[in-house]
């Protein structure tokens, strides 16, 4: 499975009530985070080597997970990786996950430990959280891995969570990732579970909002998780006493705005150059809703050839995405304003 929505949906979130349902259900749960900076393998070997190492330690001797560190250890000197710590006192099994092709030796090392996880009536899980991060060839190998894993139905699992550009990089990478995955939607709240989410946390303390208030806060949020939260927090501490008004609201949309701009809009504008701000501006000055790539170009007076490079770049740092083909948008909600916020007075110039 693959959670997919926006910024601040709640995927994380989900991804760890997902780990903790596994382990609760008996299942050894890992969580890895893929950041942009790091490899597949740098991620996954420290996490596999402590899981078989772990196993390995159990009453019986298994020489299902001796294969399995051995396997290990093979992709590990393939991989040319350096751990010094990790380093695995067992010699590698010559010919198994040490071919140099990801593709083809991460579903080695998979396989390997999801027969080891079986020969001690166990089970993994692999909860990966941003996963729009992997290369096209880590997640190419990651689905080929899973297919392999569940042709022999050994009992592993991977649940995952990212933006929406991984529908599209799936497909790209193997197309039967779609058969092989499930990719259920995470997205803003509908308005009964939004106004649940700002009325219940404050009946259970005494308090109320007045319809009006409940209608302000959703309306500005859009019914996004962490915008809810943001505006409720805001409101309870601006109200003076109960019912929260929307007077409330309006004071303390203020405060949030000045609070989501300072830190959770800001960290991602200060990861963008120069050029990079200019085309997110130039997205927002032509309206919330997705763009037409041409578009964006005209308004910056760049040839198109340019406009897709920055659009590219954009897309791997996970700030716009592609919801139909030659579309651009946000994958941060409300994101639009933001720049429009943050870039008074801009004008397009021709680079």
């Not at 080891?116 to 990651?142: F, G, H, N, V, W």
């Not at 991977?158 to 058969?179: C, D, H, N, T, W």
């Not at 302000?216 to 109960?242: D, M």
């Amino acid at each position: 499975m693959i959670l997919v929505g926006l910024r601040g949906v709640g995927k994380t979130v989900l991804l760890y009530r997902i780990r903790s349902q596994a382990e609760a259900a008996g299942y050894r749960a890992l969580m890895i985070e893929a950041p942009e900076d790091k490899a597949l393998v740098d991620l996954l070997v420290p996490p596999l080597r402590q899981l078989l190492l772990s196993m390995d330690g159990m009453a019986d001797l298994s020489q299902k997970v001796k294969r399995g560190l051995r396997v290990l250890k093979s992709f590990i000197s393939t991989a040319k990786l350096k751990y010094g710590e990790l380093e695995l006192s067992i010699e590698p099994e010559v010919g198994s996950a040490d071919s140099g092709d990801l593709e083809s030796d991460l579903g080695t090392l998979l396989v390997a430990v999801g027969e080891a996880a079986a020969d001690r009536e166990t089970a993994i899980a692999l909860c990966i959280d941003e996963i729009q991060y992997l290369s096209q060839k880590e997640l190419s190998a990651l689905i080929m891995a899973v297919h392999q894993v569940t042709q022999r139905n050994l009992p592993l699992v991977v649940v995952a969570a990212g933006l929406p550009q991984i529908l599209a990089l799936a497909g790209r990478s193997k197309s039967y990732s779609e058969r092989l995955f499930d990719f259920p939607r995470i997205g803003a709240l509908a308005e009964p579970d939004a106004r649940e989410a700002l009325t219940a946390p404050v009946t259970n303390q005494g308090v109320a909002f007045t319809e009006e208030a409940v209608v302000e806060i959703i309306r500005v949020t859009q019914g996004y998780p962490y915008f809810l939260q943001q505006w409720g927090y805001e409101a309870w501490n601006t109200a003076e006493k109960s019912p929260i008004t929307r007077d409330d609201v309006s004071k303390a949309s203020a405060q949030a705005i000045r609070n989501l701009d300072e830190s959770f809009f800001r960290v991602r504008f200060d990861r963008l150059t120069p050029r990079e701000k200019d085309y997110m501006r130039a997205l927002a000055s032509l309206g919330a809703e997705p763009q037409r790539s041409g578009d964006i170009a005209d308004l910056l007076q760049i040839p198109i050839s340019s406009a897709a490079s920055l659009r590219n770049n954009l897309i791997r740092k996970g700030m716009i995405y592609s919801p139909a083909h030659g579309d651009t948008t946000f994958t941060v909600p409300l994101f639009d304003q933001f720049m429009l916020r943050a870039m008074p007075g801009w004008t397009p110039k021709s680079k």
